[in-house]
């Protein structure tokens, strides 16, 4: 559901931000490449996968290594506040970094189990955020058939996905 979702919620020119280069968040930064997202920003600690990356070849997508369970350190490395914010990453206590990461009134989709939302709200509340915050499930209207149809359009995400 993360990819479906992130495409629908980007804005045109917009700057989204993936936390989590695995399956959901890879496919999430093209997903909202795909939706005319100005830059995508994928965060992660594995210098492995965000290589990978970059050999999609898709300019708008910019890995960065940051560690989202350090929320000053991961905001100073991703630089400017993004629009959207897609956390796909299953690390307790990212919830802080995605907010400060994240515009006062941007948006925010949580698609860990790992959140904890009474966190995030708190965090929220803490840093004097007026952010959306939104809970991600697997089900996005039409899901399944935009991941095939993400991955017939990018056959080189297949190798991001093994």
């Known amino acids: 559901g993360a990819p479906a979702r992130v495409h629908a919620r980007t804005t045109p020119g917009s700057r989204v931000l993936i936390v989590g280069a695995g399956n959901s968040g890879s496919l999430a930064a093209v997903a909202a490449a795909r939706a005319g997202a100005a830059e995508v920003v994928v965060a992660d600690i594995d210098d492995l996968r965000l290589r990978?990356?970059?050999?999609?070849?898709?300019?708008?997508?910019?890995?960065?290594?940051?560690?989202?369970?350090?929320?000053?350190?991961?905001?100073?490395?991703?630089?400017?506040?993004?629009?959207?914010?897609?956390?796909?990453?299953?690390?307790?206590?990212?919830?802080?970094?995605?907010?400060?990461?994240?515009?006062?009134?941007?948006h925010i989709l949580f698609f860990s189990m790992a959140t904890d939302f009474a966190r995030a709200a708190l965090c929220a509340e803490g840093v004097g955020s007026a952010v959306s915050l939104e809970i991600g499930n697997g089900f996005h209207p039409g899901h399944a058939?935009?991941?095939?149809?993400?991955?017939?359009?990018?056959?080189?995400?297949?190798p991001l996905l093994g």
């Open 52 to 106: 990978a990356l970059e050999t999609l070849g898709l300019r708008v997508i910019h890995p960065v290594r940051a560690d989202a369970t350090d929320a000053i350190a991961f905001a100073d490395a991703i630089g400017a506040p993004a629009d959207l914010t897609a956390s796909c990453v299953d690390v307790p206590g990212a919830e802080p970094a995605c907010l400060l990461a994240t515009r006062a009134d941007g």
């Open 145 to 158: 058939d935009f991941v095939v149809a993400l991955l017939r359009a990018h056959p080189m995400l297949w």
